[in-house]
């Protein structure tokens, strides 16, 4: 079974810094794409950041400029690097990977998700 584990969220004073890292473990074969949302309360999942295997990056127009997406695919990680940080951040990031865990088959993992809280 695949499970995906975020951290590093947290309280942050605007305009500083936050890194997020999101592990997967479990039986797995490969990774392709990895990614990050957000859910702020009262508002839909939106799109924060994907990167392929290969390491081409994607960003909203809302985060760019400001975030990075890095992975280490030695340790099946994923971080979210953000910067410049906004109270309109603020919400729950969670990653998720498309991942093969040996049966030939890709499936899409999600994370719980961590707090990341601006403060003004």
């Known amino acids: 079974q695949v499970q995906l584990v975020e951290s590093g969220g947290g309280l942050v004073q605007a305009g500083g810094p936050l890194r997020l890292s999101c592990a997967a473990s479990?039986?797995?074969?490969?990774?392709?794409?990895m990614g990050w949302y957000r859910q702020a309360p009262g508002k839909q999942r939106e799109f924060v950041a994907a990167?392929?295997?290969?390491?081409?990056?994607t960003f909203p127009d809302s985060v760019k400029g400001r975030f990075t997406i890095s992975r280490d695919d030695a340790k099946n990680t994923v971080y979210l690097q953000m910067s410049s940080l906004k109270p309109e951040d603020t919400a729950v990031y969670s990653c998720?990977?498309?991942?093969?865990?040996?049966?030939?088959?890709?499936?899409?993992?999600w994370g719980q998700g961590t707090q990341v809280t601006v403060s003004s």
């Open positions: 998720n990977a498309n991942i093969n865990p040996g049966s030939g088959a890709w499936f899409t993992y």
């Open positions: 479990g039986t797995i074969f490969s990774i392709n794409a």
């Open positions: 990167i392929t295997s290969g390491g081409r990056t």
